[in-house]
């Protein structure tokens, strides 16, 4: 059980800076860590800090199954990408007029709250993930659909190497995300999972303020480790 995403992020730091630093590869430099509004970049600003790397986000929204908004039968990014789960989509009878409709209805939310956060964090200019190696961060993982369109956006930006790192994550979403990842960091994987929820005691809703705040943060302790750096 962890208190809040901050404790489970300081967690997870420790364990994802185990899981890669002894990698010959390993450079800060040419690593992003990307948090996945909202919860997932209050997690992923303790790893980018213990990391010492760049923290980025991609907006990411399920695609809510007719009658069931919590079911995910599919997922959209801010850079347009579209994952479905076309077994669930002919389970539910789902009808591809229905699918096309929130599928740009939720693009175009992903994209305006992406650049809404990003301009009130002061971040105009961002690092490329071109050939970076990109570590996807989220509070948890229950169904994997929103992780699976972001492994997909940092693949269209250029990413060479794709992690994904989660306190806690069903085993359901471990076996689908695997086979589109280059590796999976998480603490727990459980068969049992219910909510994400169900696994910290403080799980309150982040507000968008608390986006920001994390992503101008990190972006004033990058600004202080390079002015170090060069003095």
């Given at each position: ?91 539910l009878c789902i ?99 219910a909510a994400i ?35």
């Open positions: 059980m962890f208190r809040n995403r901050q404790h489970a992020g300081f967690l997870l730091a420790r364990h994802v800076w185990q899981a890669i630093s002894q990698d010959t590869r390993f450079n800060p430099r040419q690593l992003i860590v990307v948090g996945l509004p909202r919860g997932g970049v209050s997690v992923a600003f303790e790893v980018a800090r213990m990391l010492g790397s760049h923290l980025d986000l991609i907006a990411s929204k399920k695609i809510g199954a007719p009658e069931q908004p919590e079911l995910a039968v599919g997922a959209v990014t801010s850079d347009g990408v579209v994952t479905i789960n076309d077994e669930l989509v002919r389970l009808d591809e007029a229905y699918i096309a409709s929130q599928r740009q209805y939720l693009i175009d939310k992903t994209r305006a709250q992406e650049e809404y956060w990003l301009k009130s964090a002061g971040v105009s200019d961002r690092p490329t993930m071109q050939d970076k190696q990109v570590i996807i961060v989220d509070d948890g993982i229950a169904t994997g659909m929103t992780v699976l369109a972001a492994i997909e956006s940092a693949r269209h930006r250029g990413a060479h190497e794709v992690i994904i790192a989660t306190p806690v994550m069903s085993h359901g979403a471990y076996m689908l995300l695997k086979k589109s990842c280059d590796q999976i960091i998480a603490l727990h994987i459980l068969f049992d999972f929820g169900q696994f910290y005691l403080d799980f309150d809703q982040v507000e968008d303020e608390g986006v920001i705040k994390a992503i101008k943060q990190a972006k004033e302790e990058e600004l202080k480790a390079h002015d170090v750096a060069v003095t």
